[in-house]
């Protein structure tokens, strides 16, 4: 049987990363909507349905959250390019056609 005190730490562990998951959902939301300048703090509490101070707890402004949704997507992209680099200077493309469909593609299953 578990200790009580590790299961209170094992629960209080997974409502963090559900809290962190919903004020990072909240964010995409807002920013995607309003735009990085326009979107306030306010405006991600109140999607994410939490006290602005309890976002201030995961993030130590509007800057900090926002480059946290931002590098796995340049991330994402920056992997993207290698692939398409690489099949360049492999010359597996033979038109430029192809390479841009190849990006396109890879793009889209970025996306979905």
Known sequence: MKELSKVIRER?????EQRYLSIMEAARKVFFF??????????IAIEAELSKTVIYKYFKAK???FCSLM???????TST?????EKLLNGQ????????RDHILSAKNEVS
């Open 71 to 77: 590098i796995p997507a340049i991330d994402r992209v």
């Open 63 to 65: 800057d900090d959250l």
């Open 12 to 16: 209080k562990k997974r409502e963090d």
């Open 34 to 43: 309003k735009g990085y300048t326009k979107a306030t703090m306010d405006d």
């Open 93 to 100: 493309y033979t038109s430029g056609e192809q390479l841009v």
């Open 81 to 85: 390019m290698q692939g398409v680099e």
